[in-house]
Each structure stands twice: as C-alpha cells, then as structure tokens.
C-alpha cells in the first residue's frame, strides 16, 4: 500500500517564477491537505481540497492556488515566487469519514534565488 | 483562535532515561491533539492522537501522551529513551476533527545521547 508520494523532491526557481508542486494521496483518502514548512518552524496549514473543491484556506495569498483531480490526486501552483517562499511544502491526505488522522508524504524542497 | 506552544527548543536526554516533550494547547471546543515525528529532510510520521477517551494515549514506538484538560496540556513521554528517538517532534491542534487544518506548534527537537 502506497502511501502519500510528492513530486519533484527539490525543486530550484528564480524570483517571479511560477512553480507547481503534486502530490497523490494514500490509497482510500480523498482529501489533501497543504502545509509549507518553513527553516525552524512548524508546518503552516494552505489549504485543503475534497471532491476537487478548496474547503478550508490558511492565511496565505492568492499567489498560492491549488487543484485536486477526480483520482483525488492535487497540486499546488505559487505564482510570482518570492524568496520568501523557500520551504519544505508538505501534502497530508486522509479520508473524510476516518480516524483523524493525517498521513504526510516526504514533502518537496523548493529553494527561490 | 487555535494555537499550540512547544516551550522547549531542545530537550536532552540519557539513553535509557525517561523523557518528556511538553505541549500546550489554545482552542474552541474540544481538542483533537496529535505528535508528529520528523527526521531530517523527512516528512512527517504520526505518533499518537487523542480523540476522545482515556487520557493516557499509547501510541508508535513506545511513546505516549496524557491529556490534561484543566491544563490544556498534552505532554509526550517515552519510559526509556533510545538514541534514534532523536528527532524533531511536532504537537498539533485540530478543532473539528483531523480532516480540518492541523495547528502546529514550533517543534521540539530532542537530543538523546548515548
């Protein structure tokens, strides 16, 4: 059983740049879940996709948009990096009618110069 | 609002000593509380969670964590720490359930030496 992989690993953008991120969710979860993990601190919530639609939205800006698709697989677009998007983005899935818990793939390294 | 405290940076600790990583939580409603593991340019693997129930949570490789209401605390502790328990550890919030966004706390990250 496969669970949460994240593509690409590490990820190196200049400023301005657009880059997209994607994840597919553990087999039986439908619903993916963005964090960005920034040096030193704790996971910072996106947003959150089910039945291809956002449910719940972190305080981000628009610059960050995401997608979830019919096999519940998602991606996360950032438009215009800044330098301050340099980050471990973390994708969590889990399944609406389960336990609670959240299950993190390995996450992918994006460094903006 | 939701928040969670790590008080401790880093948390040192003998081989074979007990540990404990302290927690505290900030939310509306009853808390769904979680502990994280990470390693380094890991993602992060659940420990343990509390839900609903007996206050003393067992969870993955020999830890545990006691929720404390009146203290809105939810501390981890191991009976004997091992030197691969070394890692970043993350306590998380959720008010609705862990299908709604995790609140995570700063990390604690522990040193067990030998």
């Known amino acids: 059983d496969a669970g949460v992989t994240q593509s690409p690993t590490h990820l190196i953008k200049t400023r301005g740049q657009q880059v997209t991120l994607r994840c597919s969710p553990k087999s039986g979860h439908d619903t993916v879940s963005w964090y960005q993990q920034a040096l030193g601190q704790g996971p910072q919530f996106i947003f959150q996709y089910y039945e291809e639609e956002e449910r719940q939205r972190g305080n981000f800006p628009d610059r960050f948009s995401g997608h979830q698709f019919p096999n519940y697989s998602s991606e996360l677009n950032v438009n215009a990096l800044l330098l301050g998007d340099s980050a471990l983005y973390l994708c969590?899935?889990?399944?609406?009618?389960?336990?609670?818990?959240?299950?993190f793939g390995p996450g992918t390294r994006l460094t903006v110069t | 609002a939701q928040s969670v405290a790590q008080p401790e940076d880093q948390v040192n600790v003998a081989e074979g000593n007990p540990l404990t990583v302290k927690c505290t939580y900030s939310v509306s409603g009853n808390p769904y509380l979680f502990w994280y593991v990470q390693y380094p340019n890991r993602g992060l693997q659940f420990l343990l969670k509390y839900i609903t129930g007996d206050n003393l949570v067992k969870g993955s490789y020999g830890f545990e964590a006691e929720f404390n209401k009146s203290q809105t605390s939810f501390h981890l502790k191991k009976p004997s720490a091992l030197v691969s328990d070394s890692a970043l550890y993350f306590c998380a919030v959720s008010a609705l359930g862990g299908y709604n966004k995790l609140i995570f706390g700063a990390g604690t990250r522990l040193a067990v030496h030998p």
């Open positions: 969590a899935s889990s399944f609406i009618q389960g336990n609670h818990e959240q299950y």
